[in-house]
């Protein structure tokens, strides 16, 4: 199983709900109920990397407040399309900090954009988040790790080395699975207060408080 395949899914803007869901077996969407579960009536909420919009469109209907951030047109696009009440901003999440305020966001989410990122690049992120959260906001990350069980880290390995070197070819950019997000975070001022795992390890949900 690898995920950069979705680096090819994110040039067919159109196929990317349906591809990603085949190729996680279910666990994207099930991952983005969760998050969607921490929602409630009237919270302002900030999606990063928010793609084709499907967990804007779960928080809105929760009652939320939503911005979506992407850098991609042809996925913000598609989001328009499932989430048209949302707000969009067409920016990298590197600059965050020229778009967004202080403390202006109750939940800030975020799914498989931060292993799209360099380690700098994330840890300016997380660094960015720490400043737009509202004081007792709440983060909450699902992204793609290394797993650290043995036998989940071969296959993995086996699987994903392959893929990667077939997605460079065809995109030109691959993805970046996160080996130690708990260093990260704590680097920019912020501690990890739960955690769960997917698909043998090879997915966290993390919830982050400042
Ligand atoms: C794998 S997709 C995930 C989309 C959506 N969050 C989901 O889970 O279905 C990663 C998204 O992050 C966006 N992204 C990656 N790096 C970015 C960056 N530096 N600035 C803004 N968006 C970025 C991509 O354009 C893409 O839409």
């Known amino acids: 199983m690898s995920f ?11 196929r990317y709900d349906l591809g ?4 996680t077996l279910g666990t994207l969407t099930k991952i983005k109920r969760q998050i969607a579960e ?3 009536s009237g919270n302002q909420v900030l999606d990063l990397g928010c793609g084709t919009g499907t967990l804007a469109q779960m928080c809105i209907e929760r009652g939320a407040v ?5 850098a991609n047109s042809g996925m913000l696009a598609v989001a328009k399309r499932n989430s048209p009440s949302a707000n969009y901003l067409n920016i990298s999440l590197g600059n965050l900090d020229e778009h967004l305020g202080d403390e202006s966001f109750d939940i800030i989410l975020s799914t498989l954009a931060f292993s799209e990122l360099t380690r700098a690049e994330r840890i300016h992120v997380l660094k960015q988040i720490k400043r737009i959260l509202k004081n007792g906001g709440k983060v909450l990350i699902g992204d793609e790790i290394i797993p650290e069980n043995i036998l989940a880290k071969c296959l993995y390995y086996a699987f994903r080395l392959p893929m990667r070197l077939l997605t460079w070819v065809i995109t030109q950019t691959t993805t970046n699975a996160i080996s130690n997000f708990d260093d990260d975070v704590r680097e920019a001022g912020m501690e990890i207060v739960h955690r769960k795992s997917f698909m043998l390890g090879m997915f966290i949900l993390l919830e982050i408080k400042k």
């Open 4 to 14: 950069v395949y979705m680096k090819i899914l994110e040039s067919r803007p159109e």
């Open 38 to 40: 921490h929602v409630h």
């Open 66 to 70: 939503v911005t979506g951030v992407d």
């Open 20 to 23: 990603m869901s085949l190729l």
